[in-house]
């Protein structure tokens, strides 16, 4: 069950667990197919947001300055598409805490695994 309503209003709202929970797998499958291929081939086919936030996982300042961001900028940005407009507002105002710490913990799990998301069978 999703917390957020449809259409428009619906980003106006904060993530619910189980969407962050498949918005966190998700930059954990691209961050893999980056570790594996690089950058390259994604580069054209993904969002401006999903290179962003899989940069963020994989540490990589180089890719965020090809985009004119810094991980600060970046993580102001996915505060707003994780919180909603209140709850990314309010995460901005702070220095973006609550976003830092979901990227580090994501971060964290990349870390632990000893396949990627890309080469283990689910």
């Not at 999703?2 to 498949?22: C, I, M, S, Y």
Request: negative net charge; proline residues 5%.
């Amino acid at each position: 069950m999703t917390n957020r309503k449809p259409g428009f209003a619906g980003v106006l709202q904060p993530l619910d667990e189980a969407q962050l929970r498949r918005r966190k797998q998700d930059l954990l499958r691209r961050a893999a197919l980056v570790a594996e291929s690089g950058w390259d081939q994604f580069r054209y086919q993904w969002s401006t947001g999903e290179i962003l936030g899989t940069a963020l996982v994989l540490n990589d300042c180089d890719e965020l300055l090809r985009f004119d961001e810094t991980p600060n900028s970046a993580l102001a940005r996915w505060a707003f598409d994780l919180w909603g407009i209140g709850g990314g507002q309010a995460d901005v105002d702070a220095g973006c805490p609550r976003a830092r710490a979901w990227f580090d913990f994501i971060r964290g799990e990349l870390a632990g695994k000893p396949s990627t998301p890309a080469t283990r069978e689910e």
